[in-house]
Every structure is written in structure tokens, then in C-alpha cells.
């Protein structure tokens, strides 16, 4: 199963990181290329433990539907989101926030499975986790970018 870990530095308090992370708003802002938005379940503010959000977004020349749950929640130092429906045969996505210094450590850890078996893995290994990284690295620049200015205001306000 592939797997993807980023580490960002923010600086900005651990709490608004953690926040900013779970926000639908912002999720929506860091994925205007894709046109990503939230359809069915929280589809604005923050989402939270048992919650879920669909999502539907254009990924790969196709409009696609991906629901999430938050199954595991520790304000604020983690939280867990996993695919309950989509294109996926697993997807389990661990967001991790540290406290440093001078501001707040990120951490994304990304577990993915394709289905259809090795062309589903050769898929992965080839296109797929690329993908999924460059699409991480920026909703984590989007992140940095309204956590370190006044932006956040307008998304936690």
C-alpha cells in the first residue's frame, strides 16, 4: 500500500493549524483547481469527530464523489479521516500537530490502495501517489499561507 508523509513548519499557534486543517471552508479554497465542494454532510465550518463531507471534485478527467469520516479525533494534536465511499479501496489520511517554539509542526500521513489489482498497483506506484502529493503539498501551502497572516480570520470567524 502506498504510503506519503509530509512534514510542514507553520508559524502560527498549534490550535489555528488544527482548526484551519478541518476546516470545510478552506478545504474548498485549497482545491479551487479541481473545483472541489463539500455535497452532502458538514459542508462548511469545521468537521468533527463521527462527522462526515462529500466531496465532489473533478480528479484525473472525471467528476468524482469521495465521502470521509473523522474517525478518530485529539484536539489538538490529531485527527484521523478515512474514504467510506469513493474510488479508493482504502484511504486513511492521519493529521498530526505539534507544538514547537515557535510555531506548529504538520504532519500528514497518507495511506492509499487502488483497486484492480496490479494495474491498480502499478497505477499507484507510477501516477496516483505523485498525485496525491503535489495535491497535499498545496492544500498544506494554503494552509501555512491563511495561518500565518490575518486570512485565518475569515475562515474561523
Known amino acids: 500500500m502506498p504510503k506519503i508523509h509530509l512534514t510542514s513548519f507553520i508559524n502560527a499557534p498549534v490550535n489555528r493549524v488544527f482548526d484551519l486543517s478541518r476546516?470545510?471552508?478552506?478545504?474548498?479554497i485549497s482545491t479551487a483547481d479541481t473545483n472541489e465542494k463539500a455535497i452532502d454532510g458538514v459542508m462548511y465550518g469545521l468537521i468533527n469527530i463521527n462527522e462526515t463531507v462529500t466531496w465532489q471534485a473533478r480528479h484525473l478527467f472525471k467528476t468524482r464523489r469521495f465521502t470521509s469520516k473523522i474517525t478518530a479525533m485529539q484536539?489538538?494534536?490529531?485527527f484521523i479521516d478515512e474514504m467510506i465511499k469513493g474510488d479508493f479501496k482504502n484511504f486513511h489520511h492521519e493529521h498530526h500537530f505539534k507544538q514547537a517554539e515557535n510555531g506548529t509542526i504538520m504532519i500528514d500521513l497518507l495511506n492509499f490502495e487502488s483497486p484492480y489489482g496490479i494495474i491498480g498497483k502499478l497505477f499507484n506506484n507510477i501516477f496516483l501517489k505523485n498525485?496525491?502529493?503535489k495535491f497535499l503539498i498545496k492544500r498544506?501551502?494554503?494552509i501555512k499561507e491563511y495561518a500565518e497572516t490575518?486570512?485565518?480570520k475569515a475562515v474561523l470567524s
Open 131 to 133: 498525485y496525491l502529493q
Open 23 to 28: 476546516s470545510i471552508n478552506l478545504h474548498q
Open 75 to 78: 484536539a489538538p494534536v490529531f
Open 140 to 142: 498544506n501551502k494554503v
Open 150 to 152: 490575518q486570512k485565518w
